[in-house]
């Protein structure tokens, strides 16, 4: 099981403090096949770092060595939305693998396990990226054709800013509580909440998806799922006419007395009568 953190509004000034201490509470608890974070910085960027092999270092702004080249973390945030990962792999370790999945401007992090008939993967063999897939549109329809389990964030850009969502279904574990910074903390663990500044944590309902617009500002609306599957329509005999062959035999076959031919009706007529000697 992979482990989630994520920040509505955070403290910027110690945000790289606040990932190192995730990844360090993630190694702990066994997630440590993969580490990223996401936030967006000051003039509106999506920034992100990620590896599959990394190295901790406590010393700031170093504190983590062996990540993607193509990052782009030396940005400073803006003190919104933030999500941090720890990853526990069901599939092939790599950096293309780790959270946060990336694409169409977007990023999301996700912990659980999906798979879907209809949606395929197309930038990496990570069942996670289902899930970005599903939500491209910046419409949660298309996770009714999302089977499994998961608790996500996502963020991405609308015409007005950027914007995040955080779903959970009826299986996955998800906490949320304020923080300190005037904003909303959610994570896998009542301790992941913890290391978010949150003061106290609740589990979170089930099958609910959260739209921020902001620190607090959100609506709320429930996951579509696909429907019950129907059972198939036992056939109604349709009997035959009664002027038909079939009906006729069929009701021969029935009573093969009263119906039968007059060689089988001698025989019957006759049965109890004492039969000639040869």
Not at 184 to 190: A, E, L, Q, S
């Amino acid at each position: 099981m992979c482990k989630i953190l994520i920040q509505t509004a955070h403290n910027a000034a110690n945000l790289k403090q606040t990932i190192a201490k995730a990844w360090h509470y993630f190694d702990t608890t066994g997630e440590r096949d993969g580490f990223g974070a996401v936030w967006i910085s000051t003039n509106g960027q999506l920034c992100w770092l990620k590896s599959s092999a990394p190295k901790l270092d406590s010393r700031p702004p170093r504190f983590c060595l062996g990540f993607a080249a193509e990052d782009n973390s030396d940005q400073p945030s803006n003190g919104g939305f933030l999500m941090i990962h720890g990853r526990k792999a069901t599939c092939h370790k790599s950096a293309t693998n780790t959270h946060p999945m990336l694409g169409n401007g977007s990023a999301l992090i996700h912990n659980g396990i999906v798979r879907s008939e209809s949606i395929k993967n197309e930038s990496t063999t990570c069942d996670s990226e289902l899930l970005l897939l599903a939500m491209k549109d910046n419409d949660a329809a298309r996770l009714a054709e999302i089977t499994g389990y998961f608790a996500f964030g996502k963020v991405q850009p609308t015409a007005t800013g950027w914007q995040m969502h955080v779903a959970k279904d009826e299986t996955a574990k998800l906490f949320a509580g304020r923080n300190r910074s005037r904003g909303y903390t959610f994570g896998t663990t009542p301790d992941a909440c913890h290391i978010g500044d949150a003061k106290t944590s609740y589990e979170m309902r089930e099958n609910t998806i959260l739209t921020f617009t902001g620190p607090r500002k959100h609506t709320t609306r429930k996951i579509p799922h696909a429907p019950p599957p129907q059972p198939t329509p036992t056939p109604q005999k349709i009997w035959p006419s009664w002027d038909s062959v079939e009906a006729r035999d069929a009701y021969v076959n029935r009573y093969p007395r009263q119906h039968s031919n007059m060689t089988d009706a001698e025989s019957f007529i006759f049965a109890d009568e004492p039969q000639e000697n040869p």
